[in-house]
């Protein structure tokens, strides 16, 4: 096999905002050769388009594998219709540029035989070179989109038990079609730090928010709590609730925990969102975790509970513009605590019994995280995503950043994580 680079870079006078409102509709005809296109979904949820070209009567179909409309760059993967290729990756990205306007890069990795690969790329740079002179003419007159919520009225939330070695408690809304959301809070929160992504998600999907044990009306369990009983407490809360499918939507501690039940269930799992981290000590060795702990540890040693250190955790979880009413928010979840609970929690968070692998995220995932998060960066959550979609076969990753947000992005700016959170979940259950 013989492999090809190809790289074509254009330049519009648009704002990049407006030639991504173009470029970033995955499904979009805006390409002069396209005669007609339609939008799908394979089995596990990833977005597909097929199209035809002008003059031809050849059916190709391409898989959507990255999007994120922070960087506005996406990426896809072909799956039918150029004759000999192997495989054919491609990457199209929109950038500010010096003049005021925008650049446009668009690339393509591909292998095919001998024969063949010299021609695909030849085609290839042809087809990038005709759709980038087009964008000048289409990008001015079309206004970027707006993602709107559905402005409904928002069904009444029920707490719910579930017995068992740990009994359960947690916020759930009416019943829905279609699989069910759950929500996992991080090592500081409790199910509370949902109820904004609730009422936004009740009135088109079932959702839940569960205290995690130990946490708010949730019992500890007679043991130290380990990776195994979380993977196993949501089974419980998909039986209780007859859910065929999840969508786990988790935030920092419970991010980890929600990439770990997708290692041990992935083929329960519909979509995957994870907020402010996902490997959480997963890739650190011996010495880094027993740092982490024991640092944490010393006021608990000491014989101060969670709501004497919260104002100091505050500081680092909120971002610079955060408001009293949010910080007033992060302090009642982190002094709700019992001491018991967040030593368990530090244990088992810094007790990781794997290193992840990212190929067995097989469902489209979402990775958000605030601009200003110092637990989570943007940088490396992206460098994240980056690494599950060359892991992953045939991956379905979108990346975002919640812009002036801290490290508890659904707390701290709700409206902007609700609509990048209800786009991806109008995704995963179409």
């Given at each position: 096999?013989?492999?090809?680079?190809?790289?074509?870079?254009?330049?519009?006078?648009?704002?990049?905002?407006?030639?991504?409102?173009?470029?970033?509709?995955?499904?979009?005809?805006?390409?002069?050769?396209?005669?007609?296109?339609?939008?799908?979904?394979?089995?596990?949820?990833a977005l597909i388009r097929a199209f035809?070209?002008?003059?031809?009567?050849?059916?190709?179909?391409?898989?959507?594998?990255?999007?994120?409309?922070?960087?506005?760059?996406?990426?896809?993967?072909?799956?039918?219709?150029?004759?000999?290729?192997e495989r054919y990756d491609a990457r199209?990205?929109?950038?500010?540029?010096?003049?005021?306007?925008?650049?446009?890069?668009?690339?393509?990795?591909?292998?095919?035989?001998?024969?063949?690969?010299?021609?695909?790329?030849?085609?290839?740079?042809?087809?990038?070179?005709?759709?980038?002179?087009?964008?000048?003419?289409?990008?001015?007159?079309?206004?970027?989109?707006?993602?709107?919520?559905?402005?409904?009225?928002?069904?009444?939330?029920?707490?719910?038990?579930?017995?068992?070695?740990?009994?359960?408690?947690?916020?759930?809304?009416?019943?829905?079609?279609?699989?069910?959301?759950?929500?996992?809070?991080?090592?500081?929160?409790?199910?509370?730090?949902?109820?904004?992504?609730?009422?936004?998600?009740?009135?088109?999907?079932?959702?839940?928010?569960?205290?995690?044990?130990?946490?708010?009306?949730?019992?500890?369990?007679?043991?130290?709590?380990?990776?195994?009983?979380?993977?196993?407490?949501?089974?419980?809360?998909?039986?209780?609730?007859?859910?065929?499918?999840?969508?786990?939507?988790?935030?920092?501690?419970?991010?980890?925990?929600?990439?770990?039940?997708?290692?041990?269930?992935?083929?329960?799992?519909?979509?995957?969102?994870?907020?402010?981290?996902?490997?959480?000590?997963?890739?650190?060795?011996?010495?880094?975790?027993?740092?982490?702990?024991?640092?944490?540890?010393?006021?608990?040693?000491?014989?101060?509970?969670?709501?004497?250190?919260?104002?100091?955790?505050?500081?680092?979880?909120?971002?610079?513009?955060?408001?009293?009413?949010?910080?007033?928010?992060?302090?009642?979840?982190?002094?709700?605590?019992?001491?018991?609970?967040?030593?368990?929690?530090?244990?088992?968070?810094?007790?990781?019994?794997?290193?992840?692998?990212?190929?067995?995220?097989?469902?489209?995932?979402?990775?958000?995280?605030?601009?200003?998060?110092?637990?989570?960066?943007?940088?490396?959550?992206?460098?994240?995503?980056?690494?599950?979609?060359?892991?992953?076969?045939?991956?379905?990753?979108?990346?975002?950043?919640?812009?002036?947000?801290?490290?508890?992005?659904?707390?701290?700016?709700?409206?902007?994580?609700?609509?990048?959170?209800?786009?991806?979940?109008?995704?995963?259950?179409?």
């Amino acid at each position: 096999m013989q492999e090809e680079r190809v790289q074509v870079i254009g330049f519009s006078a648009a704002e990049p905002a407006a030639v991504w409102a173009v470029v970033g509709n995955f499904c979009g005809a805006w390409h002069p050769v396209i005669a007609d296109i339609r939008a799908g979904r394979d089995e596990r949820g990833a977005l597909i388009r097929a199209f035809t070209a002008k003059g031809e009567d050849t059916l190709y179909r391409e898989q959507l594998t990255y999007r994120s409309d922070t960087d506005r760059v996406l990426a896809y993967t072909h799956l039918e219709g150029i004759a000999g290729v192997e495989r054919y990756d491609a990457r199209l990205q929109v950038l500010a540029d010096e003049s005021g306007g925008s650049r446009i890069e668009w690339s393509a990795r591909l292998s095919a035989s001998a024969e063949r690969a010299s021609a695909i790329a030849a085609g290839t740079r042809a087809i990038f070179e005709m759709g980038l002179a087009a964008l000048g003419d289409l990008a001015g007159n079309v206004a970027p989109d707006e993602a709107i919520l559905p402005d409904r009225e928002t069904p009444a939330l029920r707490t719910l038990f579930i017995d068992g070695a740990a009994h359960l408690a947690l916020a759930v809304s009416p019943e829905k079609p279609g699989p069910l959301v759950l929500f996992l809070h991080g090592i500081g929160g409790g199910r509370g730090n949902w109820l904004a992504q609730l009422r936004a998600i009740a009135p088109t999907m079932r959702a839940a928010a569960l205290d995690l044990r130990g946490y708010g009306e949730s019992g500890l369990g007679a043991s130290q709590s380990t990776v195994e009983d979380y993977c196993d407490d949501i089974l419980r809360v998909a039986d209780a609730l007859g859910a065929q499918k999840l969508v786990l939507c988790g935030l920092s501690y419970g991010s980890w925990i929600a990439t770990s039940f997708a290692m041990r269930h992935p083929d329960k799992l519909a979509g995957l969102v994870l907020s402010g981290g996902c490997t959480g000590m997963s890739e650190a060795d011996i010495a880094e975790r027993e740092a982490f702990r024991t640092a944490r540890e010393v006021p608990l040693n000491a014989g101060k509970t969670p709501a004497d250190f919260a104002p100091a955790v505050v500081d680092v979880l909120a971002s610079p513009n955060a408001g009293e009413a949010v910080r007033q928010a992060l302090f009642a979840s982190m002094a709700a605590i019992p001491a018991e609970t967040y030593r368990d929690a530090l244990t088992c968070f810094t007790n990781p019994p794997e290193r992840f692998d990212f190929a067995k995220l097989t469902m489209p995932v979402l990775m958000m995280t605030g601009e200003y998060d110092r637990l989570a960066s943007p940088a490396e959550i992206r460098g994240v995503a980056n690494r599950i979609v060359e892991a992953a076969p045939r991956a379905s990753v979108r990346f975002e950043v919640i812009a002036d947000a801290g490290h508890v992005c659904n707390v701290e700016r709700p409206e902007a994580y609700n609509r990048v959170l209800a786009e991806f979940l109008s995704e995963v259950a179409s």
